[in-house]
C-alpha cells in the first residue's frame, strides 16, 4: 500500500507538470484503436439488434477488464526486471489516465485566439474537443460550449479516475493503475460507441449504460465535494436538483450543473449537431454572463477537488498505517 500511495502522489504531480504530450504513446490511443477495429468487426458480423446488444457487451467487457488486466501484466513485468523500472512505469501509465492538465490546455488553445478576437480560429480548434457544429458561434457561444466542456470532462477525465485510483491504493495485489485503466477504457467506449444513433444504437448501449453506473458515484462525491467548497451547499445543491435532473445523461447534467451553481452562470440551451438543432435543458442560473474568467475558475475548481481528494487519500493512508 506505501507504494502505491507514493506512485499516486508522482502520477498526480506529472499530469499536473507535463500532461499528455502529443508524441508520446498513450494507452487511451491504443484503446481507440482497439475500439475501432472491434466495433467494426462486430457491425459487419451482427447484423440485427439483439446481436448487435450482446457483441456491445463483448467489446465492453474485453476492452475493460483487458486494459486492467494488460496494466496489471505490464508493471508485473517491470517489476520482475527492477523494482524500480516497475514503480516508473506504474507512475506513467497511472499518470495517463489524469486528464487534468490536458483539460486545460484544451481550454487555453480555443480561449487564446478568442481573446486575440480571431473567432474564426477559436471555431477551427474548439470543433476538436466538441461534438456540436462550430462553424456559427458567437464569442458566447464558444465560451459556454468550453465551460460545458471544462465543466463535463472534469468529471469522467480527472475525478473518476482519481476516485478509481484511490480505490485500488486500498486494494491489495490490484494497486491504483488497472482499476483506473480500466475506467478510462470504459469512458472511451463511451466516447466512441456509446450513442443512441446508428450505427451504434444496439451495440453501444452495455457500454454507455456502464459507463454511467460506473461514474455515479465519483459524479455524486464530485458534486458534493464542489458544493461544501463554495461555501454555500444547500443552494448549489438545491440548484443540482432543480436542474440536472433534467438532463437525460446521469452524469453530465450533474457535473455541469455544480460549476453553473458554483459560478453563477448559466449553461445550456440550443447545440447544433450536423446541421440538426438539439435542446439541452438550462443549468443554473443567469446570474453572471460566461467569461474568460468562468472558465479559469472552473478550472482552478476542479485542480482544488483533485487536491483534496488526493489529500484525503493520503490522510486515510497515514491513519491505517499508524494503526
Same mark, same amino acid.
Given at each position: 500500500?506505501?507504494?502505491?500511495?507514493?506512485?499516486?502522489?508522482?502520477?498526480?504531480?506529472?499530469?499536473?507538470?507535463? %500532461?499528455?504530450?502529443?508524441?508520446?504513446?498513450?494507452?487511451?490511443?491504443?484503446?481507440?484503436?482497439?475500439?475501432?477495429?472491434?466495433?467494426?468487426?462486430?457491425?459487419?458480423?451482427?447484423?440485427?439488434?439483439?446481436?448487435?446488444?450482446?457483441?456491445?457487451?463483448?467489446? %465492453?467487457?474485453?476492452?475493460?477488464?483487458?486494459?486492467?488486466?494488460?496494466?496489471?501484466?505490464?508493471?508485473?513485468?517491470?517489476?520482475?526486471?527492477?523494482?524500480?523500472?516497475?514503480?516508473?512505469?506504474?507512475?506513467?501509465?497511472?499518470?495517463?489516465?489524469?486528464?487534468?492538465?490536458?483539460?486545460?490546455?484544451?481550454?487555453?488553445?480555443? $480561449?487564446?485566439?478568442?481573446?486575440?478576437?480571431?473567432?474564426?480560429?477559436?471555431?477551427?480548434?474548439?470543433?476538436?474537443?466538441? %461534438?456540436?457544429?462550430?462553424?456559427?458561434? =458567437?464569442?458566447?457561444?464558444?465560451?459556454?460550449?468550453? /465551460?460545458?466542456?471544462?465543466?463535463?470532462?472534469?468529471?469522467?477525465?480527472?475525478?473518476?479516475?482519481?476516485?478509481?485510483?484511490?480505490?485500488?491504493?486500498?486494494?491489495?495485489?490490484?494497486?491504483? *493503475?488497472?482499476?483506473? /485503466?480500466?475506467?478510462?477504457?470504459?469512458?472511451?467506449?463511451?466516447?466512441?460507441?456509446?450513442?443512441?444513433?446508428?450505427?451504434?444504437?444496439?451495440?453501444?448501449?452495455?457500454?454507455?449504460?456502464?459507463?454511467?453506473?460506473?461514474?455515479?458515484?465519483?459524479?455524486?462525491? *464530485?458534486?458534493?465535494?464542489?458544493?461544501?467548497? =463554495?461555501?454555500?451547499?444547500?443552494?448549489?445543491?438545491?440548484?443540482?436538483?432543480?436542474?440536472?435532473?433534467?438532463?437525460?445523461?446521469?452524469?453530465?447534467?450533474?457535473?455541469?450543473?455544480?460549476?453553473?451553481?458554483?459560478?453563477?452562470?448559466?449553461?445550456? %440551451?440550443?447545440?447544433?449537431?450536423?446541421?440538426?438543432?438539439?435542446?439541452?435543458?438550462?443549468?443554473?442560473?443567469?446570474?453572471?454572463?460566461?467569461?474568460?474568467?468562468?472558465?479559469?475558475?472552473?478550472?482552478?475548481?476542479?485542480?482544488?477537488?483533485?487536491? $483534496?481528494?488526493?489529500?484525503?487519500?493520503?490522510?486515510?493512508?497515514?491513519? /491505517?498505517?499508524?494503526?
Amino acid at each position: 500500500m506505501t507504494n502505491s500511495i507514493y506512485i499516486l502522489i508522482i502520477a498526480a504531480f506529472l499530469d499536473y507538470l507535463i %500532461g499528455d504530450p502529443w508524441d508520446w504513446p498513450h494507452p487511451v490511443q491504443v484503446m481507440g484503436w482497439v475500439i475501432s477495429r472491434l466495433s467494426k468487426f462486430f457491425l459487419r458480423l451482427c447484423k440485427n439488434p439483439l446481436t448487435q446488444r450482446l457483441a456491445g457487451i463483448v467489446l %465492453g467487457i474485453i476492452l475493460i477488464i483487458g486494459s486492467g488486466l494488460i496494466g496489471f501484466l505490464i508493471i508485473q513485468s517491470a517489476k520482475l526486471v527492477h523494482p524500480l523500472l516497475g514503480i516508473g512505469i506504474n507512475t506513467v501509465l497511472l499518470a495517463s489516465c489524469f486528464a487534468g492538465r490536458s483539460l486545460r490546455a484544451a481550454a487555453e488553445a480555443v $480561449l487564446q485566439p478568442l481573446t486575440a478576437g480571431d473567432l474564426e480560429k477559436a471555431r477551427k480548434i474548439l470543433s476538436n474537443y466538441v %461534438g456540436r457544429d462550430t462553424q456559427n458561434l =458567437s464569442q458566447a457561444e464558444i465560451l459556454r460550449a468550453v /465551460l460545458e466542456t471544462v465543466a463535463e470532462n472534469a468529471t469522467d477525465g480527472v475525478m473518476a479516475p482519481l476516485f478509481y485510483a484511490i480505490v485500488g491504493v486500498f486494494v491489495p495485489i490490484v494497486g491504483p *493503475t488497472p482499476l483506473a /485503466l480500466a475506467y478510462k477504457a470504459s469512458s472511451t467506449l463511451d466516447s466512441m460507441v456509446g450513442y443512441r444513433e446508428a450505427p451504434y444504437t444496439y451495440l453501444g448501449w452495455f457500454c454507455a449504460r456502464l459507463e454511467d453506473y460506473l461514474t455515479w458515484l465519483p459524479c455524486r462525491l *464530485t458534486v458534493l465535494t464542489l458544493a461544501l467548497l =463554495s461555501g454555500k451547499p444547500m443552494d448549489v445543491w438545491r440548484i443540482c436538483c432543480r436542474d440536472a435532473v433534467k438532463d437525460p445523461s446521469p452524469n453530465s447534467g450533474w457535473s455541469e450543473c455544480v460549476y453553473a451553481a458554483f459560478l453563477g452562470v448559466q449553461m445550456g %440551451g440550443t447545440n447544433w449537431y450536423r446541421g440538426v438543432a438539439k435542446y439541452k435543458p438550462l443549468l443554473g442560473d443567469a446570474i453572471y454572463p460566461i467569461t474568460v474568467t468562468s472558465i479559469h475558475n472552473a478550472l482552478q475548481l476542479t485542480r482544488s477537488c483533485f487536491l $483534496l481528494w488526493l489529500g484525503i487519500a493520503i490522510a486515510i493512508f497515514l491513519i /491505517l498505517a499508524n494503526n
